[in-house]
């Protein structure tokens, strides 16, 4: 809830094939879909230098980050599991990102009781 348009850090893997602004992300915890946003700004890479500085800093390095529109983050009514979402619509969930189609992120804001 606090990125108000700051980055979204991601520290190994980002998407493939990128978050054009527009695009909607859904947010897990623990195996739960708790959350969603819409992408403000595409996925790009963390400068290099940026990098560094926060490895000399002893602090997180990532790689990629995105900037999310801060009003358009959502917390969802209901958590539904990733296993009840792969059972109901026969999908499976990689690592850290799965690309929807509409249909089946309707059904997912179904599932989380959202209108």
Same mark, same amino acid.
């Given at each position: 809830?606090?990125?108000? /348009? ?17 695009? +909607? ?7 739960? !879909? ?22 000399? =800093? ?8 995105? +900037? &999310?529109?801060?009003?358009? !983050?959502?917390? &969802? ?12 619509? /026969? +999908? ?15 059904? +997912?804001?179904? =599932?989380?009781?959202?209108?």
């Amino acid at each position: 809830m606090n990125k108000d /348009e700051k980055p979204y850090y991601f520290a190994e893997k980002s998407p493939k094939d990128g978050l054009p602004p527009g695009s +909607i992300v859904l947010f897990s915890f623990d195996a739960r !879909i708790f959350g969603k946003a819409t992408v403000k700004e595409d996925v790009k890479e963390v400068p290099f230098e940026e990098q560094e500085a926060r490895r000399k =800093m002893g602090k997180p390095v990532y790689r990629h980050s995105m +900037i &999310l529109n801060g009003a358009s !983050i959502e917390l &969802l009514p209901y958590n539904p599991t990733k296993k009840e979402i792969a059972e109901k619509l /026969e +999908i499976r969930f990689g690592q850290v990102f799965k690309y929807l189609d509409l249909k089946q992120y309707q059904e +997912i804001l179904k =599932m989380a009781r959202v209108q």
